[in-house]
């Protein structure tokens, strides 16, 4: 029975113009995403690259369905040695969002057979998509999930009410690290992302509420120019090649990518409080032979800040920092 009265609730607070108003589907997570598309599609084997985290194959392992790992090329695009075999699907991840252009050709190529990561893209907004796309919004913006999952028009899915609306997530964490308590908010950060692969539900009414109500151009514009200023100063010492690091206008970034050499050892950036996750540790020793490239990005790649809440004299702090460890 609904409770009337009684102390309030998390205020709804929605004024903005939401992002994904066209999205097929508003789930809690990106696992979710790949989870419903599972459940539908049912796959006889999923292409997935090594180069990922261990989040994005618990769907595949929890549903029995097969894996078939690919490589990168040096600029990070698909292995052209990958030809899908009857009943087959591939994912691509849209790494760092700097990929869009080389998503759509592979949309072209593969249409409905293609299911896009956008995890590291969130502002990616597919019009009449071909292939399918899903995101994470936890990935960019302070709410404790969300996930949106764009389908060809044609594609049969179920309707939202299939599910419940999530209400197994934490918040508290995002408190804490308002009030400058990061690492007493850790372990319920790690507590809510595993929950969030628990089941699959709709996303939470709080999440809706704080999505709706983001200032979308401002995080864009601001990640865009962080990205640029530190891309001006590193551009020279980067690995990584022009092609994958050019800033497309529509292009909004998960973080800047950097592959120093000499490497620099993350735990030199976390010792100066730099948070620049090591995406991802356990690719490192996963299974499988080969696949020295996946793991050297996996090692030594560093995953520079560049969020909505950074601007001038936090990423010059970076470039310090990078300058005294190098
Ligand atoms: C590349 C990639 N894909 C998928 C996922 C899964 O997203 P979520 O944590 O929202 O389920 C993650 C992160 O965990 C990720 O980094």
């Known amino acids: 029975m609904n409770v009337v009265g009684g102390y309030f609730e998390w205020e709804p607070t929605a004024s903005g113009e939401p992002l994904h108003p066209h999205a097929r589907l508003a789930l809690n997570s990106g696992r979710s995403c790949v989870g419903c598309l599972l459940n539908v599609e049912k796959p006889a084997a999923v292409w997935v690259p090594f180069y990922c985290c261990d989040a994005l194959l618990e769907p595949f392992r929890a549903a029995d369905i097969p894996l078939k790992h690919y490589g990168l090329e040096p600029d990070l695009s698909v292995s052209p040695g990958v030809e899908l075999g009857r009943g087959e699907r591939i994912v691509v991840i849209n790494y760092f969002g700097l990929q869009n252009k080389q998503i759509a050709a592979l949309a072209d190529r593969w249409a409905e057979c293609l299911w896009v990561d956008n995890t590291q893209a969130f502002f990616h907004t597919p019009e009449a998509p071909k292939a399918f796309y899903f995101n994470s919004a936890r990935k960019f913006f302070g709410v404790p999930d969300g996930g949106y999952l764009y389908s060809p028009d044609d594609a049969a899915l179920p309707s939202p009410e299939t599910w419940q609306r999530n209400a197994n997530y934490r918040f508290e964490h995002l408190i804490l690290r308002e009030q400058g308590e990061i690492f007493a908010g850790h372990e319920i950060f790690r507590e809510n992302e595993r929950r969030n ?57 998960f973080c800047y990518p950097f592959l120093p050499q000499p490497p620099i050892l993350h735990q030199q950036l976390w010792d100066q409080q730099i948070f620049a996750p090591q995406l991802w540790a356990e690719c490192v020793s996963r299974d499988g032979r080969g696949f020295d490239w996946e793991r050297e990005l996996s090692r030594e790649l560093l995953s520079l800040p560049i969020d909505q809440r950074l601007g001038r004299a936090e990423m010059d702090r970076i470039l310090e920092v990078l300058d005294a460890v190098a």
């Open 197 to 253: 692969g628990e089941a699959i539900t709709q996303i939470s009414r709080l999440s809706e509420s704080i999505l709706g109500g983001v200032d979308y151009a401002q995080a864009a514009r601001i990640r865009r120019e962080n990205y640029q200023y530190l891309h001006g100063e590193l551009d020279s010492r980067n690995r990584l090649q022009e092609s994958l690091l050019h800033l497309d206008a529509e292009a909004v970034p």
